[in-house]
Nanobody, 114 residues
């Protein structure tokens, strides 16, 4: 069964950068369109960035020009490079495939604060 494990979060000052990783188990990762999602308390989980199996990308308007999603199918890993971070980017970040989702992982906490 495919599972995703997120890592790379942390505490960073406004304007700083972080790189998140999503490691996938299973050999069919390369077939999935994948997404990075984030959630803050009391709010619904939102799609931040998406990448198809062929590498086409799209982004939430508020992160365009600051975040870059990428994937390495040989390593079964997806990444989210986050630059010029803002306090409103503070959230738990998750990765998952396109719907139907598989069970969500623990996520990785990103906190942007001075």
């Amino acid at each position: 069964q495919v599972q995703f494990v997120e890592s790379g979060g942390g505490l960073v000052q406004p304007g700083g950068s972080l790189r998140l990783s999503c490691a996938a188990s299973g050999s069919i990762f390369r077939l999935y369109a994948m997404g990075w999602y984030r959630q803050t308390p009391g709010k619904q989980r939102e799609l931040v960035a998406r990448i198809t199996s062929g590498g086409l990308t799209n982004y939430l308007d508020s992160v365009k020009g600051r975040f870059t999603i990428s994937r390495d199918n040989a390593k079964n890993t997806m990444y989210l490079q986050m630059n010029n971070l803002k306090p409103e980017d503070t959230a738990v970040y998750y990765c998952n495939k396109d719907t139907p989702f598989i069970p969500w992982g623990q996520g990785t906490q990103v906190t942007v604060s001075s």
